[in-house]
């Protein structure tokens, strides 16, 4: 039968078409004298490139600060893994790690960016990953001291640059020195609690600006009728304004959560905030927005805090208090550029919550935003895109 035949001389040849094939990739054994080849004098060093390497943010040396009384720095990324403070979905508390995983494609050598004209990495300023707080998950109690004396003790730490970009820092402290900046990854929201104790000790009562779909100044939730359980990512602003933390020049972006009526608004005025709903983007856009947070914070110290449900669930899923109809991670990008130039002292993006995400959008969402506040930090003004060949001109239409 020929197509058996057909078959047979088929068979035949890729047989012998293997036969050569694989003589003719048999290598000489190597002389048993000759030295090996290195790694490093063939390839060079051992680099990591974007999806490999230790786990630090935008590849950054992981140093442990709270130990390390050496490690000097400008502004630290401090790790904060607590979630035990929240009402609805854990799991921030593998944040830090989902932040720094989304940070990968981040690094000092391609940190330059049209939307801020700089690299943040490459301005005098060193920035460091500190690591993580060891937060206890069993004591929200302890937690809570864990992390108000990590921030404390990395707060006291003198710059790493003499010509840092934020000369203005000491003439806000309370002892007339400047003090290193941290960019805390949370973490639920509960963590600003500790943070703004802190704060105070070196700059007295701050400004807040708080973007998020939630006020988070509500007095308790129900059956909180001890003082730890009082303390949730629901109410820290409300117990910071009982502790003196918060000065009334604060003001939220990005509100759309329910509410039990307008008694809360009434409630949030008293501790004091001022607040922007997202709905405010479409009837006055970008620029109100970033004046009016100007205006309502001046000149005074400001604390950023930055929960990632202030941008669309359809945008960073990934969160505990998910809630419909927010903005966009390209307007909130735009806002905060809008914002450089105020008197941050400090900054944290909080509620990643990786269980719930997909594609590593939200972790990916949450580095870039982290990226946005050291470039924010290290410019004076907001910053004006240059004009470049092919670029489209700020005076055409
Ligand atoms: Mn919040």
Redesign the pocket.
Known sequence: MSWIMNRRIVFSAIIALAVVVSGHQQQALRDPHEQPETWLSKYGKQIDQTFSGPLAFSHMDYVRCLEDESAAFDIAVLGMPFDTGTSYRPGARFGPYAIRSGSRRQRATRGYSLAWGNNPYEQDTKILDCGDVPVIPFDNSLAMDQMEVAYSTLLARPLASNTSAWAQGAALAKDGREHPRIISLGGD?TIVLPILRALNKVYGPVSVIHF???L?TWGGYPGTVTEQSRIT??TFFYIANEEGLVANSSIHAGIRCKLEGIGDIENDESVGFHFITSDDIDDHGVAAIIERIRTRVGDTPVYLSF?I?VIDPGLAPATG?PEAGGWTSREVKRIIRGLAGLNFIGADI??VAPAYDHAEITGTAAADIVHDFLSMFVSQGPPKPPNLPGMWSRDEH
């Open positions: 929201h998020d779909a939630h988070d990512h629901g929960d449900d208090t909080v509620e």
